[in-house]
């Protein structure tokens, strides 16, 4: 057995310690290394480690980094399945290698350390042709005992870092496997102070803390603002401090002394507890608005420049995201440093997981094979012990799908013996038989009130299953994100607001992991030529890899808002959803619009109130108006913060003060059908096809008319389904034919005022069709249709939209609407978007999903206005329809496996739809809500050209 295969956890390395600042003089090793790359371990650079081996013809590389993101060997993309033959501990030969090396000087000799923060997978080190051990455990620091090896002045570091390794078994994360030095290399000289661990607790009941240093006996411990200097292992009380949390950060500096060294710490004081099987913070309970977070980079892989760290945090606080999971290993722990100082609720997990196990039934899953047992705990050891002095860190995960078994229970037993003030989390065992928390992935709404009710499904055993029943709920993941959706957030939010058990969540996921290409184009999974991977499922994420917010991203703002404005006759009542804050930091704004126009606005005095309570405010009064009125309210920071401006909206809530005023689709007619010289049929400024009663003309523009549509370029959560024995929405479309309809005019007639035509649709093979009935009018300046469609045969699909296409010139450019906006809106997944006027081109109405699908619809049109060089257009719905207009068909768009097979034609295409089917979230299992299920149905629905 190689020592890459060895499933222990290495050697040579150090005890694990808490990452601190310390005054020790240290050396970055970052930069620019020599690098060569093998395919096989075979091809390996022999002799390297030696300090006379002659590297001049190597490429250089710079570390931290990835190398795939280099162009050696390639990035591959699995969610489940292991892209290796599943024989633990062992690995193929053609196991991609590559060596490392660095000369540099060192300004002191001793006593030292070699601090290595990432390496995937597997590390063998060597300092001046010395070998210093074996590292395994991707995501966590390894540090090697230097001090008889370090010479003052030149020094040789060789590392051989092997992309498999039996540490692979334990890696099999959602994400690219991407190997390399990806985190900082470090030396640093070594003094006395071995590791530091602080225990900084908060009595709510009290207000006051205790404060207890455990390090070297001796070393003095400050904390100057509080006036405390006491030695290392004194249990100091405090009579008043002010307690940390995700929403009120406060840290206090203090400093841990020794003669030869001065460790700095930021210092919070709070206290986690399950009381009554509730979660607390400080004798409150807590309610995740969470995110589970991937360590990305679109560009340099799995490395993460501080300034992005601090931009992704600034840009979840800014969209009342409150908690991270940091899914599924540790992150760097500069990440945090940042939580600590901006507050998130943090679940800190370890580097654990064996899901490929699952596609095998679990057998040989590392985490029940003795052999994996100590590198199964050392694992957990390097988290808790890196990681125990943040404040944000209110939970530690022992990994993630990686079933059940004896390791995993020797890791929470180890777990809870060093660090009892927080709860241990896994989700993986049902049975919940060696953890705190009672946790799930992706249950439903329905599952998750059972569990509210503490009415779930009992377990066999009835001590474990009381034990569960007891404990509080998390979602460790919901809500599964990826290109347009999820859909149904609200409906969660509201469930937690509902069950004081269920604690909120952690929305999957935070980015897409989409690999940003030489041409300015993002792969996913496959576009490397993988043999195995898993496509678009990498692009699941609330940001694109550039951090720029998906239109979900609006729909959990809204869903998180830690305030509840209502509008109730003559007054606003305010919720207070914060955890512990009261409401002293914001300020409330108010806005009139009629018809989208804003035509007042002011502020309001913004109450005082505690977490948890309500209060009410008097609305200012309004003239009664005949046009539409709508009242937007917003809750916006009255100061500026770490995170966001003064002004930046938290909430807001939008009400209708007087109803729509009547569609211009009422005007009568005014004008009969003519047949123009014997051809076709001309009502008002439309021409329609004699044969088809297809509209052929409008104005002076060609038109090219779909008279029904029912399918839509399918979405991401379209073409996914977690349960294997049920077919997804994109396959049942597919196989109903939905996009492959066939028209069969029944009549066109000239019918007094009307032109009606009546058109059978239907597809090969079945007899489930569509009758649709389309009666036109004109008033001589506009065409009216009124349309009735009616199911005929047996529908055994639901249907994903009921619409009409117009294909018009490509000069239109600019549209300008009244209905919901500025974003796109479905049926599901439209809390964010407000009432309102809005301007847009139409290209910026397209979302640039990284794999296309169906977007852009605007919702509850009144009315729209295309314009540009082809003229101007007005549509409008009664009472109102959804729009989408793109320079590219329906099918074009379907077909597209990446935005730049996207070409413009020679066509603007406008869809007008009545209903459409949700997006919800059936990649993750949740079933859509009803009232978002478009099932067959009749309907009717009218609209207006002009």
């Known amino acids: 057995m190689t020592y890459y295969e060895d499933?222990?956890?290495?050697?040579?390395v150090l005890p694990p310690r808490a990452a601190v600042r310390s005054d020790v003089p240290s050396v970055s090793l970052n930069g620019s290394w020599r690098f060569h790359y093998a395919e096989s371990v075979a091809g390996a650079a022999d002799g390297f480690e030696r300090e006379d081996f002659d590297d001049s013809e190597w490429a250089s590389i710079p570390v931290p980094s990835s190398w795939p993101m280099h162009g050696y060997g390639r990035p591959i993309y699995t969610n489940q399945p292991y892209p290796l033959p599943v024989d633990p501990p062992y690995v193929p030969d053609e196991n991609p290698t590559g060596d490392y090396r660095l000369v540099f000087d060192a300004p002191w000799d001793g006593p030292s350390v070699l601090r290595f923060d990432g390496i995937d997978s597997c590390a063998r080190i060597w300092l001046n042709g010395v070998e210093l051990g074996v590292t395994r455990g991707s995501r966590l620091p390894s540090e090697f005992d230097v001090s008889a090896v370090l010479r003052q002045g030149r020094n040789v570091l060789a590392v051989r870092v092997h992309q498999w390794s039996s540490g692979s078994y334990l890696e099999d994360q959602d994400m690219w496997w991407l190997p390399g030095i990806f985190r900082d290399v470090t030396l640093r000289a070594r003094r006395s102070m071995t590791d530091v661990f602080v225990h900084a607790d908060y009595d709510h009941r009290t207000g006051g803390g205790t404060l207890l240093v455990e390090t070297l006996p001796g070393a003095v411990v400050r904390v100057p603002s509080l006036d405390v200097v006491a030695e290392a292992g004194e249990t100091v009380t405090i009579p008043a401090v002010e307690p940390w949390s995700a929403e009120v950060p406060r840290l206090y500096e203090a400093v841990v002394e020794t003669p030869d060294e001065t460790v700095s710490l930021r210092i919070g004081f709070r206290t986690v507890a399950i009381v009554d099987g509730v979660l607390t913070v400080n004798g409150r309970r807590v309610l995740f608005h969470g995110v589970n977070r991937h360590e990305h980079d679109p560009v340099l892989g799995r490395v993460v420049l501080e300034h992005r760290l601090r931009q992704e945090l600034l840009v979840m606080k800014q969209h009342n995201i409150n908690?991270?999971?940091?899914?599924?290993?540790?992150p760097d722990s500069r990440l945090l440093a940042l939580c600590d100082e901006l507050g998130f609720w943090?679940?800190?997990?370890?580097?654990?997981?064996?899901?490929?196990?699952?596609?095998?039934?679990?057998?040989?899953?590392?985490?029940?094979?003795?052999?994996?047992?100590?590198?199964?705990?050392?694992?957990m050891r390097r988290l808790v012990e890196r990681d125990k002095n943040h404040p944000s860190v209110i939970m530690w995960s022992l990994g993630n799908e990686a079933g059940a078994g004896r390791n995993l229970s020797a890791m929470a037993a180890w777990t809870r013996e060093r660090d009892p003030s927080r709860p241990v989390h896994y989700e993986g065992d049902l049975t919940c038989a060696d953890v705190d928390v009672y946790s799930r992935m992706y249950a439903s709404h329905a599952e998750v009130e059972a569990i509210g009710k503490r009415a779930e499904k009992p377990l066999e055993d009835p001590r474990l299953d009381a034990r569960r029943r007891a404990m509080p709920f998390v979602l460790c993941e919901y809500s599964h994100a990826g290109g347009n959706g999820p859909g149904g957030l609200p409906e969660y939010e509201e469930l937690f607001d509902r069950y004081e058990r269920c604690q909120g969540g952690f929305l999957w996921e935070w980015m897409e992991h989409g690999i940003l290409r030489p041409d300015g184009t993002y792969a996913y999974g496959g576009d490397f030529g993988e043999e195995l991977h898993d496509g678009t499922y990498v692009l699941d994420g609330l940001v694109f890899p550039d951090?720029?917010?998906?239109?979900?991203?609006?729909?959990?703002r809204k869903a998180f808002e830690p305030v509840q404005l209502t509008v109730e006759p003559g007054v606003l009542r305010i919720t207070n959803r914060y955890d512990v804050r009261d409401t002293s930091h914001l300020s409330l704004q108010w806005e009139l619009a009629d018809e989208g126009q804003p035509v007042a606005r002011g502020s309001l005095e913004m109450p005082v109130i505690a977490a948890g309570g309500e209060a009410s405010v008097e609305l200012p009064s309004v003239p009664a108006q005949n046009r539409e009125r709508w009242l937007t309210v917003r809750a916006v920071l009255a100061e500026d913060t770490a995170w966001a401006s003064a002004g930046h909206e938290v909430a807001f809530t939008q009400t209708q003060l007087t109803p729509s005023a009547s569609p211009t689709s009422h005007l009568p007619a005014a004008v009969r059908p003519e047949r123009p010289h014997g051809r076709g049929l001309r009502l008002g400024p439309g021409e329609f096809c004699a044969r088809t009663g297809r509209l052929t003309k409008l104005q002076d523009w060609s038109v090219e008319h779909v008279p029904l549509e029912l399918w839509r370029a399918p979405t991401q959560h379209d073409a996914r389904t977690w349960d294997a024995t049920t077919l997804d929405r994109k396959t049942r479309w597919a196989n109903a034919g939905l996009h492959r309809l066939r028209y069969r005019t029944v009549s066109v007639e000239a019918e007094g005022d009307e032109v009606v035509v009546v058109t059978m649709v239907g597809t090969a093979a079945t007899d489930a069709r569509v009758l649709t009935t389309c009666r036109w009018t004109s008033d001589g300046r506009r065409l009216t249709a009124n349309v009735h469609v009616e199911p005929v045969g047996e529908w055994t699909v639901p249907w994903a939209r009921v619409g009409m296409t117009l294909g018009l010139p490509a000069g239109f450019r600019d549209v300008t609407w009244f209905g919901l906006g500025p974003g796109q809106a479905y049926p599901d997944s439209r809390a964010a978007a407000r009432v309102g006027r809005y301007t847009s081109t139409v290209d910026d109405l397209q979302v640039p999903y990284l794999c296309p699908q169906e977007n852009g619809a605007r919702g509850d049109v009144r009315w729209a206005e295309l314009s540009g060089t082809a003229g101007n257009l007005r549509l409008s719905g009664d009472p109102h329809l959804a729009m989408t207009v793109r320079r590219w068909t329906t099918a074009e768009l379907a077909t597209a496996g990446h935005l730049h097979d996207l070409v413009p034609g020679d066509r603007v295409w406008v869809t007008l739809d009545a209903l459409q089917h949700g997006l919800g979230s059936p990649t993750s299992g949740a079933p859509i809500l009803p009232p978002y299920d478009l099932q067959p149905q009749a309907h009717r629905f009218r609209f207006t050209l002009g």
């Open 7 to 12: 499933p222990g956890p290495g050697y040579g």
């Open 323 to 330: 908690a991270i999971r940091t899914s599924h290993y540790p």
């Open 346 to 379: 943090v679940m800190d997990e370890c580097d654990y997981e064996t899901h490929g196990f699952f596609l095998l039934d679990w057998r040989g899953n590392p985490a029940d094979d003795p052999r994996f047992a100590d590198a199964s705990l050392d694992r």
């Open 547 to 556: 951090l720029t917010p998906q239109p979900v991203l609006l729909e959990v």
